[in-house]
């Protein structure tokens, strides 16, 4: 009879350390085996199913093994009961999004043939669907199921997110916690600057919630101005700074949308507050607005009391739609990915191509790519000042804004200014992680869930693609940060906000992703990297012929839909064994230094002669 066991928790803090990369996550030290299972410092395993347990793996078939949960995961392993010969499956539990039971009297889910298996499946959110099946004896699905369910939605459950638990231990300079400093960043842009000052009246977040601590608005601008216009602006977000030319002086301003509603109201203030912005750049004569929605979107606003700024008021501003598609256009489109994903079929080809076009991910792709580029010439080219928004401007508007800088700022496509970038512009202003990932939360259907962040750093990789020579750090990078995304072992990208992470006092209580990045820093660096691209701004080409699918990453789970190794890949392994040959020579050039210096005349004396000295 298949044998179903709890596992009481086990001290694993005092455990010897080893690395381990995994082709589906690159993870940081791991503790000793707990019944077989590497575990990572402050992880238990809660149950072990250990036999008659077998894994549906949509490319390789049925695979027999056991299944082992802990407190942060969920391991398959494959082979017999006296041998478990590898790792299948390695799922964190907060990536899974839904589960669901599967066979038996309580569902009619069956398979193409007509099978109807006993069992669980997982839907997962970085696209994996994971189907197991077990027998119906020992209530083994049950157990299985109900520890699932309380791990994997701590939210729900109202227990700690693994974060919480993790005891990795990093060095003090590899505190990821430190890695951005508001004010450093400002000073790097060239604060103090003319026309621009720091505010604190949001050090409490009275201002705006949503807003970090520290902002730089127009100098102009009183206090008292800013909470005038923040009553005009959605969820209070104003137009602050985010970005500066270092010799043109042209910004990048990042808001919300203006309240107008179908009364079509004004504000004095905030139409002034518009004006310093473009004052505060002397080559200017207008303030560009990119509004990143669709016209049609932001005109259905001013029903619901939002709007847009109109010509015949905002006089000293020209208005541009972006079209880009809300939050559940995306998410739609995200799904229809996964499900071409899931279908593909390494001998019938036919139909992928036509597939991923109804997805339409890459022509959503293309439009955000458009918006970023065109942001970008203006500021370059025109010296033009622009200001961004949305709706509430913590979704599309950080895409566009961040995008935007890292075609215009060379900082930003380093390894520290890219984890910097998105500290501030995604972390400190308030994109709605935790509602858009939906952090351990089983309401799976949630209309608040979106990729907005997941098609951000899309955008990037294809940007990379481009520009495969003007990036300090490789496509693992992206990947390991989308992984732990959705993982919850880092305090990173729990909560919604700055003033949030703040109340849960994160950076006590959590390790941040970046101090994993430091501490394997070489890891994620790009072999083909080109100094040399620091001053040059990029300016990707927009057009679906020119972006790819992203099989490095939507397609990594299926073994025969992978790439072949990259040529970077290839290259970092070629330079590591140069390196070592290098260091070879150089032992070998010592040694023989040395060879010679103790047979040299005048270091190695006869002993005839010393006698004769003495």
Avoid at 59 to 66: C, D, F, S, V
Wanted: some cysteine; hydrophobic content about 35%.
């Amino acid at each position: 009879m298949p044998e179903c066991i709890e596992l009481t928790p086990m001290d694993n803090s005092k455990s010897p350390e080893s690395t381990q990369k995994a082709d589906t996550m690159v993870e940081s030290t791991l503790t000793t085996k707990s019944d077989g299972v590497p575990l990572y410092p402050g992880e238990v395993v809660c149950v072990a199913l250990l036999k008659d347990v077998t894994y549906l793996c949509p490319y390789m078939g049925a695979l027999t093994g056991r299944l082992v949960v802990t407190n942060y995961k969920l391991y398959f392993y494959q082979g017999t009961t006296e041998q478990y010969t590898r790792c299948i499956v390695e799922v964190p539990l907060c990536t899974i999004s839904r589960i669901e039971k599967v066979g038996g009297v309580t569902t009619s889910s069956r398979n193409p043939d007509g099978r109807n298996p006993y069992g669980l499946e997982m839907f997962c959110k970085d696209i994996r669907v994971l189907r197991f099946v077990m027998r119906q004896e020992n209530r083994q699905r049950k157990t299985i199921h109900d520890k699932l369910q309380e791990l994997s939605f701590p939210a729900s459950n109202k227990l700690p997110f693994f974060a919480c638990l993790f005891k990795e231990e990093y060095a003090e300079d590899k505190n990821g916690w430190t890695t951005y400093s508001a004010k450093t960043e400002y000073q790097r842009l060239g604060m103090p600057i003319e026309g621009w000052r720091y505010t604190k009246h949001n050090s409490k977040y009275e201002l705006c919630d949503t807003y970090p601590h520290l902002l730089v608005v127009p100098a102009a601008a009183s206090d008292d101005d800013l909470k005038q216009v923040a009553q005009f602006r959605s969820r209070g977000r104003i137009p602050v700074l985010s970005w500066i030319h270092p010799e043109s002086q042209a910004t990048i301003t990042r808001c919300a949308q203006p309240l107008v509603g179908i009364s079509g109201k004004k504000s004095r203030d905030d139409e002034r507050y518009i004006q310093l912005i473009l004052d505060a750049n002397p080559h200017a004569h207008k303030l560009l607005i990119f509004d990143a929605r669709p016209q049609a979107n932001a005109v259905a606003n001013v029903a619901r009391g939002g709007g847009y700024e109109k010509a015949d008021v905002y006089t000293s501003s020209e208005l541009f739609f972006c079209d880009i598609h809300n939050i559940h256009v995306m998410r739609e489109s995200l799904r229809k990915l996964q499900d071409a994903c899931l279908l593909a079929h390494p001998n019938d080809d036919k139909h992928w191509l036509s597939n991923l076009e109804q997805t339409q991910w890459l022509h959503h792709s293309k439009v955000i790519l458009a918006a970023a580029t065109r942001i970008a010439d203006r500021i370059e080219s025109g010296k033009a000042s622009v200001l961004v928004h949305c709706s509430d401007g913590w979704d599309r508007t950080a895409q566009l804004t961040s995008l935007s800088m890292i075609m215009l700022d060379s900082y930003y496509r380093t390894l520290e200014g890219f984890m910097v970038l998105i500290e501030k512009e995604w972390l400190s202003f308030g994109h709605k992680f935790a509602q858009r990932i939906g952090h351990g939360d089983k309401n799976h259907s949630d209309s608040e869930r979106s990729p907005v962040f997941l098609q951000f750093i899309d955008c990037v990789w294809q940007i990379t693609q481009q520009f495969p020579t003007a990036f300090e750090f490789n496509e693992q990078f992206l990947i390991l940060i989308l992984d732990h995304l959705y993982s919850c072992l880092y305090g990173t990208f729990l909560y919604n906000s700055e003033r949030e992470r703040k109340k849960e006092d994160l950076r006590k209580k959590t390790k941040s992703l970046w101090s994993l990045v430091m501490s394997l820093r070489d890891d994620y660096l790009n072999a083909l990297y080109v100094s040399a691209y620091q001053n040059h701004v990029l300016l990707p080409i927009a057009a679906v012929r020119h972006l790819d699918f992203w099989a490095g990453y939507y397609a990594r789970w299926n073994p025969k839909m992978k790439m072949q190794e990259p040529i970077q890949e290839r290259h970092k392994e070629l330079l590591k064994i140069r390196d070592h040959l290098r260091k070879k020579v150089e032992e070998l050039e010592r040694q023989l230094a040395a060879k010679q210096n103790a047979s040299s005349p005048a270091l190695t004396i006869p002993q005839d002669a010393a006698a004769l000295s003495v």
